[in-house]
């Protein structure tokens, strides 16, 4: 199935929605960063996450990164998405391996760390972009989230994010969503979604029963008149090119360019998001360095 994402509404217009369907592209993004599984657990919770988030801005040109840095031994993590859900993210350490928890489950929590802060950066285009921090609640990532909407943004928010990692390492599941309480909801409407969400299995465990997220989210809010505004692919997408590595490399002054032409070897530069290499030789260094001096 391709990955997915939709957007919904209940009948009142008092609970909006964001689910998405991401197995492939957390699959792409273990294979590109080589993932032990709990690392492809914490880094596709995120991905999940940013690919919602970054959907919902306004802006055309608008982006999302989210960036945690709980102290654990995964380390940082951070997720990039552009206004279409289409997203790209690496974590420090993704050969860390640790003890499943007492219920036979991935120990996220203790791999990302709980000391920390859940970093959200949305870039629509203004002079700057809009920026929020929230200390961790969890280190699961989908509380986090949920958290980050309750302090930073006043929007009540149910979060689920999953990832279901086979015996072969592969990811067989993937998908979260996002439900959103707009202004007004009256209060037995609280109440009804907490029963309704604390009663709910798992992202994980409904998608490996064949389920779509329509009809997951149909399951969450019965009988509230759930429709569909909204729905197309996502994928995981790099948009690195060797003309943004060499304004990077520019970037970097006259003083270290020089320095690295001087070293009589080819400059390896390995993008973070999807391990392409650009190589540049002496020459090419010395064009850069060239450029660096204009004035």
């Given at each position: 199935m391709t990955d997915y994402l939709i957007r919904g509404m209940t009948k009142d217009g008092f609970v909006s929605v964001s689910a998405v369907e991401c197995t492939g592209l957390v699959e792409r993004a273990r294979q590109i960063h080589?993932?032990?599984?709990?690392a492809t657990a914490a880094l596709g919770r995120t991905l999940a996450a940013a690919?919602?988030?970054?959907?919902?801005?306004?802006?055309?040109?608008?982006?999302?990164?989210?960036?945690?840095?709980?102290?654990?031994?995964?380390g940082a993590i951070t997720a990039v998405a552009d206004h279409k859900g289409?997203?790209?993210?690496?974590?420090?350490?993704?050969?860390?391996?640790?003890?499943?928890?007492?219920?036979?489950?991935?120990?996220v929590g203790f791999g990302v760390g709980r000391q920390g802060l859940l970093t959200v950066i949305k870039d629509i285009g203004a002079r700057e972009p809009f920026s929020g921090k929230v200390a961790l609640r969890s280190g699961e990532i989908a509380e986090d989230i949920a958290g980050y909407y309750a302090e930073s943004e006043q929007t009540p928010t149910v979060c689920a994010l999953g990832v279901l990692v086979g015996r072969d390492q592969q990811v067989t599941a993937a998908g979260g969503y996002l439900v959103q309480l707009m202004p007004g909801a009256p209060d037995s409407l609280v109440d009804q979604l907490e029963k309704s969400f604390t009663s709910m299995p798992s992202v994980t465990s409904l998608l490996s029963q064949g389920k779509t997220m329509e009809q997951?989210?149909?399951?969450?809010l019965e009988?509230?008149?759930?429709?569909?505004?909204?729905?197309?692919?996502?994928?995981?997408?790099?948009?690195?090119?060797?003309?943004?590595?060499?304004?990077?490399?520019?970037?970097?002054?006259?003083?270290?360019?020089?320095?690295?032409?001087?070293?009589?070897?080819?400059?390896?530069?390995?993008?973070?998001f999807c391990d392409a290499e650009y190589v540049f030789s002496t020459e090419d260094l010395t064009d850069l360095l060239k450029q660096a001096k204009r004035p």
């Open positions: 080589h993932t032990l599984p709990l690919s919602m988030m970054g959907d919902g801005l306004k802006s055309d040109n608008g982006s999302v990164t989210v960036q945690i840095r709980g102290g654990g031994p995964l289409n997203v790209r993210g690496y974590l420090q350490n993704p050969a860390v391996d640790l003890p499943l928890r007492a219920d036979g489950k991935l120990d997951i989210m149909d399951q969450a009988g509230l008149g759930f429709h569909v505004l909204e729905k197309h692919p996502v994928a995981y997408e790099c948009h690195c090119s060797r003309q943004k590595v060499e304004q990077a490399l520019i970037s970097m002054g006259e003083k270290e360019l020089r320095e690295l032409r001087d070293s009589g070897e080819d400059a390896h530069i390995t993008c973070q």
